[in-house]
């Protein structure tokens, strides 16, 4: 399995407060993910980067933002959650144009994150 | 934008039948297309990419078929197994990085 962890793996929080989730790797790809799951809407880009500080949005950013300061880190921010940011968030990673790689993309284990 | 359609939403079969799993897009433009599984309240197995130059990509009882100038490709799964309960997702890259889902078949294998 590629070596990507999610923390926290649940999280309960009120409509208004700041959240925080963390992808880390060990894989050393470029590129990093993050996406939502929702039932009815499958799975959604929200963010992604193409290298340290090179990041970019995805089709449903509004409310997010993230940082990438080291290659293995990719931090997912709700500035204030609201109820509809209930979802499970995936991070994936993919490494694309070297040698051998084709965007294979590999998902972490995902964040339940509850929004009240 | 690209817009990804698998179906059947939803399939049963009895063990040992083969498993016929359908996925198409609207774009003929991609770079690659993923076949991945997951199981319920898990993350995503990528199970097989299949680039946009080749026709087909085999491993172990999957094999995906890729037809792009239909917007189509095909997962098959032979002789499925109760362990093969789960729900399929297809996902097509344009021609940069971004993947675009379909919503998915989840398939039962009813022992």
């Known amino acids: 399995d590629a070596g990507i962890t999610q923390s926290p793996r649940h999280k309960v929080t009120e409509t208004g407060t700041p959240v925080t989730l963390r992808c880390h790797q060990t894989?050393?790809?470029?590129?990093m993910y993050w996406y939502r799951q929702d039932p009815g809407h499958g799975l959604r880009l929200i963010h992604y980067?193409?290298?340290?500080?090179?990041?970019d949005k995805g089709e449903v950013s509004d409310g997010y933002s993230v940082s990438r300061s080291k290659t293995e880190d990719f931090l997912l921010t709700l500035e204030s959650a609201t109820s509809s940011q209930t979802s499970v968030y995936f991070c994936?990673?993919?490494?694309?144009?070297?040698?051998?790689?084709?965007?294979?993309?590999?998902f972490g284990p995902g964040t339940r994150l509850t929004v009240l | 934008k690209q817009e990804v359609t698998q179906i059947p939403a939803a399939l049963s079969v009895p063990e040992g039948e083969n498993l016929v799993l359908n996925c198409s897009f609207t774009d003929s433009a991609i770079y690659n297309l993923q076949w991945f599984r997951q199981d319920p309240g898990k993350g995503l197995t990528s199970l097989l990419l299949?680039?946009?130059?080749?026709r087909e990509q085999t491993s172990g009882r999957l094999n995906a078929s890729l037809d792009k100038s239909s917007g189509r490709s095909t997962l098959y799964i032979a002789a499925s197994q109760p362990g093969d309960s789960a729900t399929y997702l297809c996902?097509?890259?344009?021609?940069?990085?971004?993947?675009?889902f379909g919503a998915g078949t989840t398939v039962t294998v009813r022992a």
């Open positions: 994936a990673i993919s490494e694309f144009g070297l040698a051998g790689t084709y965007n294979e993309q590999f």
């Open positions: 980067s193409y290298g340290v500080k090179d990041t």
């Open positions: 894989e050393n790809h470029r590129y």
């Open positions: 299949i680039q946009s130059s080749q």
């Open positions: 996902a097509v890259a344009p021609n940069d990085y971004k993947l675009s």
